[in-house]
């Protein structure tokens, strides 16, 4: 394009770009909220996208000792910004304009590139590579934005911007990498988010973000990884997908009845923020869409391991067994149900010493006001009510009372009792400790 063929504006901007100095169309009395106006706008606010596709290409000389830019504030852009596979000579920086028609970046290699306040009718930026950072701050875009198999240096800006797809997905960044942040504070989306098999060197953060897609998930970050990741929405009318995803500390809401539903399957992490008592996040695994699945509760025992909190990993591991327990065959579930209730499936193995206290006083009460008789003419040791209750709740220990005295009548069905019961509580407990070794 020759200097030429320039009408109104962008004879300002073709001169202001070797310098890299801005060009600002706004009237004196413009507000912030005028850009959603941008239709109405006359011709001496209008600059045609292929003057700054031949600006960006490198059309124009640049001054000595200066950086050259496009620096374009309120314009209303024309036509379409097509840039397939170009390579940019510098940095695009469009502020508070309004597009005719959707950008299409496609293969590109952009520097630091920035859309911040404006509108446009749609972004298509995959497998773009951007050098620095890509700002879409205060953005309103109605067909969505796509970036999935982008590569950015630095970090995806979505603070302040307004989303919507309707019936699809706002923000697709599908495998998209990032050495920086995705910063979404104060982000709103009709539609669908999703990061799946994202990597994010820094952070991803959706604080105070208000997310509704039309159906389905809010947010998909599945197999995402992620130094940080921050999930606590103002606002959200769908789950998000979690499942395999590798993130270093996991943010949530102080409150777990705010958080919405989680997929969690798979998820690892080395910190789970705040740190709140066992009762309250298993409320939210609980509630996982995808019904029981063992990994996240042994995964949410591990970061309490971490931190020293104990008792709190049990509780989680214990929960975990009792979840587990209604998946499986009666016969399985009658045997759950026996390990919980006598040693707590080995994490709470004092129960076994109630239990057994319990059921030797009863037997103790019992024999020493209906004493077992020996044979006659049978040397025997001196009976105690004690040691025979012992030796027939104990299986593998032998106090030489049970071999001797042999009761009668009832008594004899609560020796029996006893008998059982032993072996129940022998057989519980070595199953759970077995159970806690082997995961130790």
Not at 35 to 43: A, F, K, R
Not at 233 to 250: F, I, K, N, Q, Y
């Amino acid at each position: 394009m020759r200097p030429d063929d320039l009408i109104g504006p962008e004879r300002r901007l073709w001169a202001a770009f070797a310098a890299g100095d801005e060009v600002d169309l706004r009237p004196r009395d413009a507000d912030g909220g005028a850009v959603l106006d941008g239709g109405s706008w006359g011709p001496e606010r209008r600059v045609r996208a292929s003057v700054i596709r031949s600006l960006l290409l490198g059309g124009a000389d640049a001054t000595g000792g200066e950086t050259p830019m496009v620096h374009l504030t309120g314009a209303r852009v024309s036509g379409k910004l097509r840039l397939i596979f170009a390579e940019a000579c510098c940095v695009l920086w469009l502020e508070e304009c309004w597009f005719e028609e959707a950008p299409q970046l496609y293969g590109a290699k952009l520097r630091v590139t920035s859309f911040g306040g404006s509108y446009l009718p749609g972004l298509g930026m995959s497998a773009t590579t951007v050098d620095g950072n890509l700002d879409l701050m205060n953005c309103r875009v109605q067909g969505g934005v796509t970036v999935h198999d982008a590569q950015i240096s630095g970090s995806l800006l979505l603070q302040g911007a307004h989303l919507s797809h309707t019936g699809g997905v706002a923000l697709d960044g599908a495998r998209l990498e990032a050495k920086g942040v995705v910063g979404t504070d104060g982000f709103r989306a009709a539609g669908a988010i999703t990061l799946t098999s994202a990597t994010i060197s820094g952070s991803v953060s959706f604080d105070t973000a208000s997310l509704a897609p039309a159906h389905g998930m809010a947010l998909s970050c599945r197999h995402l990884q992620t130094g940080e990741l921050l999930l606590r929405p103002a606002r959200a009318t769908g789950g998000m997908d979690l499942r395999h995803a590798a993130v270093g500390v996991l943010r949530l809401h102080d409150d777990p009845r705010e958080q919405p539903p989680l997929q969690l399957d798979g998820l690892v992490y080395r910190s789970l923020e705040p740190h709140l008592p066992a009762d309250q996040r298993l409320e939210l695994l609980s509630r996982d869409p995808d019904g029981y699945r063992p990994q996240p509760y042994q995964q949410l025992a591990t970061v309490y391991q971490s931190i020293g909190q104990d008792r709190d990993a049990r509780t989680v591991l214990l929960t975990r067994q009792r979840h587990r327990r209604a998946t499986l065959p009666w016969y399985a579930r009658a045997w759950g149900h026996a390990q919980d209730a006598t040693v707590g499936y080995g994490y709470v193995p004092e129960r076994a010493a109630v239990w057994l206290l319990a059921l030797l006083a009863t037997g103790a009460t019992v024999f020493a006001l209906h004493r077992p008789t020996p044979p006659s003419g049978t040397p025997h040791p001196v009976f105690s009510p004690v040691m025979y209750s012992l030796d027939l709740l104990l299986p593998v220990i032998d106090f030489g009372q049970e071999r001797v005295f042999q009761p009668a009548g009832p008594t004899q069905w609560i020796a029996w009792l006893l008998i059982g019961a032993g072996w129940l509580l022998a057989t519980a407990l070595a199953a759970g400790i077995t159970r806690v070794l082997s995961r130790q």
